[in-house]
């Protein structure tokens, strides 16, 4: 079993939700990231996301797009973040971590010499955006046969014949996108997200995890009662940008832990 069926397991076993924080590497700095994950895990953190800075992303707002620019400017690449990922799980063996980015940097770096650095350094799992289940193919079978697991998107216009292929494919957990948009929207589709939890519960025995939209304890437990865990990104990293660097990790830890209460109450 893997750190994140662990965890999801123990979640279950104690009647609790699942809470996953997103965070770009390399901000608000290099030497800020593994202390913040540190951070992050201390306040409740059951997974965390570490985003891999990319300079064209489809799927991310304007927050963590200022995120990965702020990183790439520090030169922090995909190499950097495996290497933080390293660092962290020196002195942290039970937390999981997943790299969240794009297919691009992957790809330039080499599928095996990624997955081979990913599995060195105790990454649990990657989600890659624009990384279709039957486009990955050679991907997923690299990552899943090093102990990882690919975690794949599905999308408010997922149609039910589309969800039952990319169930086919899941391990570890699957990550709803809460709306037709961007991250960092501030208008999350709840209705949407009530008719879709069910219909992809049908498929799949994985946990659901619901992220795009989230910024507050309320929206959170709201989500919490239709799903199996929660994923907060631009609200952290926009808290961090509005902290400055001396506050940025504070600020992230103490936003996250109110998540985490309202969470397990």
């Known amino acids: 079993m893997s750190r994140i069926q662990e965890r999801f397991a123990s979640l279950t076993a104690q009647g609790r939700k699942g809470l996953i924080p997103y965070v770009t590497a390399g901000d608000p700095s290099a030497e800020h990231t593994v202390p913040l994950m540190h951070a992050l895990a201390k306040a409740g953190a059951d997974v965390i996301e570490l985003g891999i800075p990319f300079s064209d992303p489809m799927a991310d707002g304007p927050i963590i797009q200022r995120a990965a620019e702020r ?3 520090r030169g922090v690449g995909i190499s950097q973040v495996i290497a933080m990922a390293q660092e962290f799980r020196k002195t942290d063996t039970t937390t999981p971590i997943v790299l969240m980015g794009y297919a691009n940097p992957i790809e330039a770096m080499g599928v095996e010499p990624f997955a081979n650095a990913a599995q060195a350094a105790g ?3 990657v989600l890659v955006v624009d990384y279709p289940p039957e486009e990955c193919m050679e991907f997923a079978k690299s990552i899943k046969s090093r102990g990882m697991s690919p975690i794949f998107l599905i999308a408010p ?3 039910e014949t589309r969800i039952a292929q990319i169930a086919h494919h899941a391990c570890a957990y699957l990550y709803y996108v809460s709306l037709k948009g961007i991250t960092g929207a501030s208008t ?3 209705a949407s997200v009530a ?3 069910p219909l992809i519960k049908a498929h799949t025995q994985v946990p659901i995890a619901v992220g795009f939209g989230v910024r507050d304890a309320a929206t959170a437990c709201a989500i919490a009662n239709i799903a199996d865990a929660v994923v907060i990104g631009s609200r952290i990293i926009q ?4 902290a400055g660097p001396d506050r940025a990790i504070a600020a992230a830890a103490e936003f996250l832990n109110t998540i985490r209460v309202a969470l397990d109450q």
Not at 239 to 242: A, F, K, R, S
């Open 71 to 73: 990183a790439i400017a």
């Open 123 to 125: 990454v649990d799992g």
């Open 157 to 159: 216009t997922t149609t």
């Open 188 to 190: 999350l589709e709840m």
């Open 195 to 197: 008719e879709k939890i």
């Open 239 to 242: 808290l961090m940008e509005q």
